[in-house]
């Protein structure tokens, strides 16, 4: 195999007049390069989106939750099922939660959010939204002396939403906000909705978009009165310690929490959008992978021309008794030369732009894209399966012109000379 590399690399370095073979040879090197770096830089891209939503999802929702299987009957005596739950197997913490969709009104602005009565000490346990909340604004959520069915103090209860919808309806922090709750009193009119002023103590900002345009936190206590609930949650949430276990132990809560119940896992409820994100990723690298492809026929051409230059040499080596076997090694290793000084130079480039990308954050449209910065995670993996994928490419293309270098015969070929 030394011969064989030795004249492959040899013929490699085009002469003066063969200069159109090596521009061609130069042009098919970046081609693999920039094939390969875009690919690194699409799936670290891809990854990094996926990475990215999966760890803001699980840090800003429960693992699990547990509920009705009629929602409208809400949890009674939820403490002592509460109590035994959170002493599962698996189970880490467990949080009570009055859930429900209200309209948030400042002014003439309003929004739609998930306003959830909670007791932060629970709540901080199965999601971390309320650490991007100042402190003074979460503890103003702790539940006070007042009983669910008393009469609310003259001081305005207190309310945290997202930074999002807070921009959305034009509120501050301090300023006076009207939750409308459809939970209301039936009248000769109709229903009548539950109308409830709140004072907005803090604002949260998770960076995805759908936590922080679409909700909102409030006291266990004052959700029940604004809901006209007492004393009664809608949904017990859980964290467990293993995630991809998630589904076997909702099953386990659902079994010990009785009939009448049903559970609801994070892989569930984002089974769409992780299906959507890898669909996205299998494209991308079939899209891109064209590319190199494109630059797999230009090392077809510029081999194929390198057959046709060199066809008086290869009769004389021939004559002098080289093997066509090895006229076929010495152009199939002058198309993986190409394709390995493109792929590697593609992988350095491929890197190098995702670690800038991560380094140097590139801001996105939260509401288009649900995250505010495009996310980069290179893996390893994705290197030795692109440079797999390329260098096989590129060696495809090396077969048919090997093969035409290797039928030459001698005799016809020297006739003229």
Same mark, same amino acid.
């Given at each position: 195999? &030394?011969?064989?590399?030795?004249?492959?690399?040899?013929?490699?370095?085009?002469?003066? !007049?063969?200069?159109?073979?090596?521009?061609?040879?130069?042009?098919?090197?970046?081609?693999?390069?920039?094939?390969?770096?875009?690919?690194?830089?699409?799936? @670290?891209?891809?990854?990094?989106? &996926?990475?990215?939503?999966?760890? /803001?999802?699980?840090?800003?929702?429960?693992?699990?939750?547990?509920? /009705?299987?009629?929602?409208?009957?809400?949890?009674?005596?939820?403490?002592?099922?509460?109590?035994?739950?959170?002493?599962?197997?698996?189970?880490?913490?467990?949080?009570?939660?009055?859930?429900?969709?209200?309209?948030?009104?400042?002014?003439? &602005?309003?929004?739609?959010?998930?306003?959830?009565?909670?007791?932060?000490?629970?709540?901080? $346990?199965?999601?971390?939204?309320?650490?991007?909340?100042?402190? @003074?604004?979460?503890?103003?959520?702790?539940?006070?002396?007042?009983?669910?069915?008393? $009469?609310?103090?003259?001081?305005?209860?207190?309310?945290?939403?997202?930074?999002?919808?807070?921009?959305?309806?034009?509120?501050? %922090?301090? +300023?006076? %906000?009207?939750?409308?709750?459809?939970? #209301?009193?039936?009248?000769?009119?109709?229903?009548?909705?539950?109308? =409830?002023?709140?004072?907005?103590?803090?604002?949260?900002h998770t960076g995805f978009y759908q936590y922080d345009?679409?909700?909102?936190?409030?006291?266990?206590?004052?959700?029940? &009165?604004?809901?006209?609930?007492?004393?009664?949650?809608?949904?017990?949430?859980?964290?467990?310690?293993?995630?991809?276990?998630?589904?076997e132990i909702a099953k386990q809560i659902e079994t010990?929490?009785?009939?009448?119940?049903?559970?609801?896992?994070?892989?569930?409820?984002?089974?769409?959008?992780?299906?959507?994100?890898?669909?996205?990723?299998?494209?991308?690298?079939?899209?891109?992978?064209?590319?190199?492809?494109?630059?797999?026929?230009?090392?077809?051409?510029?081999?194929?021309?390198?057959?046709?230059?060199?066809?008086?040499?290869?009769?004389?080596?021939?004559?002098?008794?080289v093997d066509p076997n090895q006229v076929r090694r010495?152009?199939?290793?002058?198309?993986?030369?190409? $394709?390995? =000084? #493109?792929?590697?130079?593609?992988?350095?480039?491929?890197?190098? #732009?995702?670690?800038?990308?991560?380094?140097?954050?590139? #801001?996105?449209?939260?509401? %288009?894209?649900?995250? +505010?910065?495009?996310?980069?995670?290179? !893996? =390893?993996? +994705?290197?030795?399966?692109?440079?797999?994928?390329?260098?096989?490419?590129?060696?495809?293309?090396?077969?048919?012109?090997?093969?035409? @270098? @290797?039928?030459? /015969?001698?005799?016809?070929?020297?006739?003229?000379?």
């Amino acid at each position: 195999m &030394r011969f064989e590399l030795f004249v492959a690399a040899r013929y490699l370095k085009a002469k003066r !007049r063969q200069a159109v073979v090596g521009v061609v040879t130069a042009i098919s090197i970046a081609g693999v390069t920039a094939g390969v770096a875009a690919l690194i830089i699409a799936l @670290a891209i891809t990854n990094g989106m &996926r990475r990215d939503m999966q760890d /803001r999802l699980i840090d800003s929702s429960a693992h699990i939750q547990l509920m /009705r299987t009629n929602q409208n009957e809400g949890i009674h005596d939820w403490r002592p099922l509460l109590d035994r739950l959170s002493r599962l197997p698996h189970v880490v913490a467990a949080a009570p939660e009055l859930d429900e969709q209200v309209v948030v009104a400042h002014g003439a &602005r309003e929004g739609y959010a998930l306003v959830e009565g909670i007791i932060p000490q629970y709540e901080k $346990s199965v999601s971390k939204v309320l650490t991007n909340a100042p402190a @003074a604004a979460v503890k103003a959520l702790e539940p006070t002396n007042e009983s669910a069915d008393a $009469s609310p103090s003259s001081q305005l209860p207190p309310l945290i939403i997202g930074k999002e919808l807070a921009d959305t309806i034009g509120a501050a %922090v301090g +300023d006076t %906000v009207t939750l409308i709750s459809p939970q #209301g009193e039936l009248s000769p009119l109709g229903m009548i909705p539950q109308t =409830v002023r709140f004072q907005l103590v803090g604002t949260y900002h998770t960076g995805f978009y759908q936590y922080d345009s679409n909700w909102g936190f409030i006291r266990l206590g004052d959700a029940q &009165r604004l809901y006209d609930e007492p004393d009664i949650i809608t949904v017990i949430s859980f964290r467990v310690d293993n995630l991809n276990h998630a589904p076997e132990i909702a099953k386990q809560i659902e079994t010990a929490a009785g009939p009448g119940f049903q559970t609801t896992n994070w892989k569930e409820q984002n089974r769409e959008l992780f299906r959507a994100l890898r669909l996205e990723q299998i494209v991308t690298f079939i899209v891109i992978t064209l590319i190199v492809i494109v630059a797999a026929l230009n090392i077809l051409i510029a081999l194929t021309m390198m057959v046709m230059e060199k066809t008086r040499d290869i009769a004389v080596l021939m004559s002098f008794g080289v093997d066509p076997n090895q006229v076929r090694r010495i152009f199939l290793l002058q198309g993986f030369l190409i $394709s390995l =000084v #493109g792929t590697i130079l593609g992988l350095i480039l491929g890197y190098l #732009g995702a670690w800038a990308g991560s380094h140097y954050h590139i #801001g996105l449209t939260p509401d %288009v894209y649900a995250i +505010d910065t495009l996310p980069f995670a290179p !893996r =390893v993996i +994705d290197g030795i399966v692109v440079a797999t994928v390329s260098i096989s490419i590129s060696l495809l293309a090396t077969l048919y012109p090997s093969s035409t @270098a @290797a039928r030459i /015969r001698p005799a016809e070929a020297l006739r003229y000379e």
